[in-house]
T-cell receptor
Framework: EVQLVQSGPEVKKPGESLRISCKVS????????IAWVRQLPGKGPELMAK????????NYSPAFQGHVTVSSDKSTATAYLHWDSLEASDTAMYYCARLGNYGGNSNAFDIWGQGTMITVSS | DIQMTQSPSSLSASVGDTVTITCRAGQTVSRSLHWYQQKPGKAPGLLIYAASTLKSGVPSRFSGSGSGTDFTLTISSLQPEDFATYYC??????????FGPGTTVDLK
């Protein structure tokens, strides 16, 4: 069974660092990009960044560039999302998702992790 | 960025109804348009990719159509498990992949 399993919820203070994880199983980790998606309460999902686990090539959305870092580890089939300094506005649900290629430009998020809730509060 | 809009933002329907949700892109995305379903407390799940192709395992009462800038998701004979929020998302080359704001389908 193809699965993306994320690390558990976190409660952090502003200025703290954090790394959350997304462990992949059921398919070859290096065959598909992994994306990180933020969802604020009552809002639509937002693509933050994506990484190609085969060579660690990354793309960042401008709104998140410089604020987060994505990485991956082929040996453990795990993708990571890292913050150096959290802000209260980072409070949200974060999902990892596999980016499937369905031909041409049809890249859809076909498998999702269960989500990691991050709460940043003093 | 290509902005995505959806209408309506919410709708109320009964079991057995047919509902149609519209997604509009700010510029052409060809057929690089996908639909997701999200239930409260759960991750989104892919329903339809490339505008009209059902993901394996998705019931045939779901259908998608459109190309260019205008797309629709239709749910025929709405079932109790279909009450959820639906999002469209484009993946047009060279542009940031963006999602629409969502359409919530609830019970009338």
């Amino acid at each position: 069974e193809v699965q993306l399993v994320q690390s558990g919820p976190e409660v952090k203070k502003p200025g703290e660092s954090l790394r959350i994880s997304c462990k992949v199983s059921g398919y070859s980790f290096t065959l598909y990009w992994i994306a990180w998606v933020r969802q604020l309460p009552g809002k639509g999902p937002e693509l933050m960044a994506k990484i190609d686990p085969s060579d660690s090539d990354t793309n960042y959305s401008p709104a998140f560039q410089g604020h987060v870092t994505v990485s991956s580890d082929k040996s453990t089939a795990t993708a990571y999302l890292h913050w150096d300094s959290l802000e209260a506005s980072d409070t949200a649900m974060y999902y990892c998702a596999r980016l499937g290629n369905y031909g041409g430009n049809s890249n859809a998020f076909d498998i999702w992790g269960q989500g990691t809730m991050i709460t940043v509060s003093s | 960025d290509i902005q995505m809009t959806q209408s309506p933002s919410s709708l109320s329907a009964s079991v057995g109804d047919t509902v149609t949700i519209t997604c509009r892109a700010g510029q052409t995305v060809s057929r690089s348009l996908h639909w997701y379903q999200q239930k409260p407390g759960k991750a989104p799940g892919l329903l339809i990719y490339a505008a009209s192709t059902l993901k394996s395992g998705v019931p045939s009462r779901f259908s998608g159509s459109g190309s260019g800038t205008d797309f629709t998701l239709t749910i025929s004979s709405l079932q109790p498990e279909d009450f959820a929020t639906y999002y469209c998302q484009h993946s047009y080359s060279g542009h940031l992949f963006t999602f629409g704001p969502g359409t919530t389908v609830d019970l009338k």
